[in-house]
């Protein structure tokens, strides 16, 4: 199977320097030391949408690790980027000081791995993997962040003041797409409940459409919010965090999801009081591209719908509804027959199973049943036509 293949290939990716090491002992010394840390890395790793594999193995030494290509079919892997040549193209934008010995992780690759893009020093930077060369594509005095190439490779979308832009690589250009961004409204950007909570330290709060003409994003309001400040523990002179933090009982952050067409920056807004809920949990675009499905929670997190919200108007038209005394699970969802169907995970029956849906919210038939639970998350997906499905 596809996924149990890729699975392999990563394993076999992340142990093969273990396998070379001669053995050693394990102290305490040894077990908190940088060398076991390095033992123990996973390679960052992306799938193009040609099947190609992009990896950045840290347990290489920094003097020669860079961006290496997994070639589909075939299993050959080669360097993708030149190291050498990348750095010495920063730092010719940069200086010295602010370029890295390695080169990094990026933040973000496009849908076919052509491009990279990073934040350096408050501003953002596209590499070109084909030429090894990096181009500097803002220098504001405010800071750039969560930068994210459209499907298409040919704009950037990112965060500014919390506020969301996004910039054309072809005509150098960029545009606002939002405008009341502020200490407590954040566009695209996550506040710490959504980072730390519900989004498994994910840093977007933004979505693109596959045909890369549209982003769906979140709005947070969290002027409400209590103001907390926290003592770190590192470095010797702790520094002092103050943050918004809401403790239990009271108020948590309002979020809204807007659908802003990228053209002419107009948004559509689902309806937060229609709907009711407390927060939003997922966020996917349909394959046609002209809606997004979007899950929502009660603030006891015993209820969840599953919204068809409409890209022009932002109309929600409610798909399904789980209920629990005790506690609801977010969905793990994938559509199929081009958004005809979809296939939704559920314990209503007390384990984790997968359910077939037409887009009309009509229960097709149960794809899995049994005393044992489907896997997740990402635990299954849907062969091409929808015609059958594998549980990873």
Known sequence: MKSMLRGALLLVLATTPLLAQSPKDITVAWAYSDEAEVATKMPSFVWTSGGDLLLLDETKPAASRTIERVKAGTGVRTAAVDRAGALASLKALI???DTPDALPWPDAFDAAGRIAVYA???DLFVLD???SRFERLTRTPAAESIPRPSPDGRKVAFVRSNDLYVYDLAMKTEARLTADGSATILNGNLSWVYWEEIFDHGVAGFWWSDDSSAIAFLRTDESQVDVVTFQKFAPAVPEIITQRYPKAGDANPSV?????EVGSGKTAWMDQAAAGYEYILGVKWLPDNRSVAV???NRLQTRLDLWLVARGSGDARLLLTDADDA???QK???FLDGGKKFLVS???DGHTHLYLYGIDGKLLNAVTRGPWSVRGPSGFYGAPLGSAWVEE
Do not use: P
């Open 346 to 348: 559920s314990e209503r």
């Open 332 to 334: 793990e969802l994938q």
């Open 256 to 260: 809204r999801l807007g659908i802003v």
């Open 95 to 97: 200086g010295a000081a």
């Open 327 to 329: 506690w609801v699970n």
């Open 129 to 131: 993997l084909a030429t």
């Open 120 to 122: 350096f020093a408050g």
């Open 295 to 297: 899950q929502t929670t």
